[in-house]
């Protein structure tokens, strides 16, 4: 089965300083895309980051990066300079092809909260 | 513009009520998605169409139907409304590989 493993429920960060959130997945293909969404209390989803499995370089967005170790199935997300507005859930995700079509699978999410 | 919009955003109703939630994308896709997050926040796909075909049927019960009349459109009908059934309903479009949300339909059944 393809799965997603966020492997910390909730997580904590004092304003300003880093936060990596942990996610590790298992699939067998080799070309895939995997992503971060945040969903707010608003509960909207908003994509945070994206990375495709072929590019060996980490995708950045401003303060949010992310440490993807293809061999090991790793795709962690780091937060830096956390601020108050990024306390969230976050949900990493990868997208595989099924039956013709291509649907998200999601982990089970990490609560981030951030401390003033 | 919204890109993706649900209606409605809340849905308050009794069991074994019919009731439906209504989705469109203004972004041209050609695929569109039915998620379901439960109440432990989990977020797991029921349905995908690909341009009003259905290809994606996650095992839901036959009380859910969706309904794809155009491209843009994908609503989502469900009778017999039960208690099991309150979460909050996600529909998504995707264009390439990146996906766009609703802001999603709380349902709570009582």
């Known amino acids: 089965a393809q799965t997603v493993t966020q492997s910390q429920p909730e997580m904590s960060v004092q304003e300003a300083e880093t936060v990596t959130l942990s996610c590790t997945y298992d699939t067998s293909e080799s070309d895939y895309y995997l992503f971060w969404y945040k969903q707010p209390p608003s509960r909207q989803m908003i994509l945070v980051i994206r990375q495709e499995a072929y590019k060996q370089q980490n995708a950045t967005e401003n303060r949010f990066s992310v440490n993807f170790q293809k061999a090991a199935k790793s795709f962690s997300l780091k937060i830096s300079d956390s601020q108050l507005g990024d306390a969230a859930m976050y949900f990493c995700a990868y997208l595989v092809e099924e039956g013709g079509s291509e649907k998200l699978v999601f982990g089970k999410g990490t609560k981030l909260t951030v401390n003033p | 513009d919204t890109a993706v919009s649900q209606t409605p955003k809340y849905l308050v109703t009794q069991m074994g009520n019919d009731k439906s939630i209504k989705c469109e994308q203004n972004?041209?896709?050609?695929?569109m998605y039915w998620y379901k997050q439960d109440s432990k926040k989990f977020l797991k796909i029921m349905f995908s169409?690909?341009?009003?075909?259905?290809?994606i049927n996650e095992t839901v019960p036959n009380r859910f139907s969706p309904k794809s009349p155009d491209k843009a459109h994908l609503n989502l009908h469900i009778n017999s409304l039960e208690l099991g059934d309150s979460a909050v309903y996600f529909c998504?479009?995707?264009?390439?590989?990146?996906?766009?949300f609703g802001q999603g339909t709380r349902l709570t059944v009582v």
């Open positions: 998504a479009s995707r264009g390439g590989s990146e996906a766009f």
């Open positions: 169409y690909n341009n009003k075909e259905l290809i």
């Open positions: 972004l041209g896709h050609d695929t």
